[in-house]
């Protein structure tokens, strides 16, 4: 028995580290939707900018919602207590005593949509989007809820408007490189892109939650790639649409490069093993193409050292499929 699309509960998930204020500003353009049955779910993952007091102390002043704090040792009864039939949007922060990273923040709730028995609707958004105000009816208008799926949006950037992606990118397993889809359409997608992710309930049981192997990159890949072979359809919702401020929060240095590249070849290892050394070699030019066309040292030390770590460690870090 499926749903009434048009009355169900839109669950948001946004993980917030050391972004407070993209945080609020993605919850102002949230309370501004046109679609009005929402849950909010922020989970902080330690941050150090005092970022949950400063979500509490705006949320707490705004009238359309109605705050639930909870951590560690209370988050199944905090759960449990999320009324959906409130005048006011419920938003419930958690507080991490570390860092979790994407995917297990996320699976916080995740793993608690799966278990219950209501079917509703999920939406994993970066803190640093924003929705336009019928963003969220696009969403359910568009969404055949009879189907397996999982919905990708129309990805603009925050400040000129311009187009990023339709829905997520292609992925190319002998070189490991991405790139991100321009056309509308049905055109078929390696994975959604991570920042802005659509999904009834009955798909997100099937899917399963979010690998953990991962840090900052390619949980979405990963996810993505095993919902397909779950007979997942990967599709996208051209009309509902928000716009992006781009990794405002990691930068596109030392850290991104790092990470890229060290999960770019556990990913290969789990699913492409036999392009393993074509996928190293490409790291290996992105590399000299940091250091000698972009001169961006920090960027290229990264790719140098997520490649060094992974020859060290990678071995012991995922389990081929």
Known sequence: MF?????????????????????????????????????????????????????????????????????QYEIENDFQKINTNLKQIPLTIYSSSENLGFAKANNIYLQKFIK??????????????????????????????????????????????????????????????????LLSGNKKLSYIHGGAVFLNSPTLRKAGMLPTDYFLYFEDNDWCYNAIKK?????????????????????????????????????????FIKNLVFVSLFQVLRFIYFLILKRNTNAAIGILNGLKDFILYGKRKIKVN
């Open 3 to 71: 749903m009434n699309q048009h009355n169900t509960n839109i669950n948001i998930i946004i993980v917030n580290y050391n972004t407070w204020k993209d945080t609020i500003e993605c919850i102002d353009s949230i309370q501004s939707s046109l679609y009005k049955k929402i849950s909010i779910f922020i989970i902080d993952n330690n941050s150090s900018d005092n970022s949950v007091k400063n979500i509490q102390d705006w949320v707490s002043s705004n009238k359309n919602f109605h705050l639930i704090n909870s951590n």
């Open 116 to 181: 219950k028995d209501k079917n509703e609707f999920i939406l994993m958004l970066n803190p640093d989007t924003t929705l336009y105000p019928n963003t969220l009816s696009e969403l359910v208008q568009s969404h055949n809820n009879k189907d397996l799926e999982i919905v990708g949006l129309r990805i603009n950037e925050y400040t000129s408007n311009q187009l990023i992606t339709i829905g997520g990118y292609n992925y190319f397993s002998l070189t490991g490189s991405i790139t991100q889809n």
């Open 231 to 271: 007979n997942i359809n990967l599709t996208i919702c051209n009309t509902a649409i928000c716009k992006d401020k781009v990794g405002t929060s990691i930068g596109r240095g030392f850290l991104a490069q790092y990470y890229y590249t060290f999960n770019v070849l556990l990913f290969t290892k789990k699913f």
